[in-house]
């Protein structure tokens, strides 16, 4: 996603936008975004968008769910899918000539799924062995707790899995009701990255996905209720205690989210020189693991920092995260060290750009929630563009006494 000739948009009759992003390789990549994950799910019905992601291979009108896994798998490729808290991923990779058997299948999946009662059964107990699997690593399940802390009385607080007892009452009908509600044009965006010509793309997307009419009941999101910082542990008789420290930021459509962006990567980035990594690990060895992660949501949004040491060495770490961002909430960076931060961030980005998943992905988010897809030159400019005083007045809203913080020990 180098630059915007690259890049080229379409929309069908029927309201579907469409994304193809030229790229000169033998494998390519098509999928659909989906505008609805698991904070549009009804009370009761927790774990159903999650469900449907699993349950959505298991036959259409055409298929049986050995025909729709052979599909593509038969040629080399692969057929997939995720969901998060307010968006489904569904996306095939492939060698690129086989463009339109992607394509139709993908159709098939959402116009014609069945979701078949005996099916249904037979999942339900993959899904159940997900979630105990899942519980079982609480450097995992920790982050749904936070999440249920940090944004109570909201439809982003309950896990995306859901629970036992909601998705033992899921049906075959819930699955086709959401499939109707929420998988219509609208509220979707086909996103293609390949070595084809994009006339060739929309074509074939006229073709499979022009007959999409499901009538849209809309979705109804309301944002979080601001909440007071909260301190929670949970003696769960762990050898180390897993913490997570963290406060609501700014969401997808604030400005402040690139100065977000980037206190995030100086914190707890991916690279061995973050802040904190210095500090508590690689300075004093109090810890086996700190992370920084940035959450964005389309009316809010987080940032949350991991770390997992030994029981007696908890209270250190906290003390010394609490300074390292104080130290950049009281006073601003110098130029020349916020333009070293930047280039790393920035070449970071460059790196990530060259993985054609991400690119996919990126493209399809992009058209689905901004209506537009950025190029890396744009993208790298909104980090460049960052000024050390904005950089500070993010960092005082993560100030400590405004951070709420659980532990698992």
Not at 24 to 47: F, H, I, K, T
Request: glycine share 8%; net charge neutral.
């Amino acid at each position: 996603m180098n630059n915007k000739e690259n890049i080229i948009c379409h929309t069908l009759a029927n309201g579907l936008r469409l994304v193809h992003v030229h790229r000169n390789s033998p494998v390519a990549w098509c999928g659909l975004a989906v505008n609805a994950g698991s904070r549009d799910e009804l009370v009761g019905q927790y774990g159903l968008a999650h469900f449907v992601e699993h349950t959505i291979f298991k036959g259409t009108k055409r298929r049986t769910s050995t025909r729709i896994n052979n599909r593509m798998e038969q040629v080399g490729g692969e057929l997939n899918a995720y969901t998060t808290k307010e968006s489904t991923m569904l996306y095939c990779i492939f060698p690129v000539e086989h463009l339109e058997r992607a394509m139709e299948l993908i159709a098939d999946l959402v116009e014609n799924s069945l979701f078949p009662e005996h099916e249904i059964a037979t999942e339900l107990d993959v899904v159940l062995e997900e979630v105990s699997s899942y519980l079982d690593s609480p450097s995992e399940a920790i982050y749904d707790d936070f999440e249920d802390m940090l944004l109570a009385g909201s439809q982003l607080g309950h896990n995306i899995l859901g629970e036992e007892k909601d998705l033992r009452r899921l049906t075959s009908g819930h699955c086709l009701d959401w499939l109707k509600r929420l998988y219509v044009p609208s509220n979707m965006v086909f996103f293609s990255l390949g070595n084809t010509s994009a006339g060739k793309v929309f074509r074939l997307a006229e073709k499979y996905f022009g007959i999409l009419s499901h009538t849209k009941k809309g979705i109804k999101r309301k944002a979080p209720i601001a909440v007071e910082p909260q301190r929670k542990m949970v003696d769960m008789g762990l050898h180390q205690s897993h913490t997570i420290v963290g406060a609501r930021v700014a969401g997808m459509y604030d400005d402040q989210r690139f100065a977000f962006s980037l206190l995030n990567n100086i914190l707890g980035g991916p690279g061995m020189n973050s802040l904190l990594n210095v500090s508590l690990r690689e300075k004093r060895g109090l810890v086996y693991t700190v992370e920084s992660s940035l959450v964005s949501f389309t009316d809010s949004g987080m940032i949350q920092i991991y770390l997992g040491c030994e029981h007696d060495k908890l209270k250190k770490a906290l003390k010394l995260i609490g300074n390292t961002i104080d130290s950049l909430a009281q006073t601003p960076l110098s130029e020349r060290r916020l333009d070293a931060y930047k280039q790393q961030y920035c070449g970071q980005m460059l790196i990530a750009s060259d993985n054609a998943e991400v690119t996919a992905m990126a493209a399809g988010r992009g058209l689905l929630y901004y209506n537009a897809v950025s190029t890396l030159q744009e993208s790298i400019d909104c980090i460049l563009g960052v000024t050390p005083v904005q950089l500070q007045q993010a960092a005082q809203q993560l100030a400590i006494d405004k951070c709420s913080i659980l532990t698992f020990k």
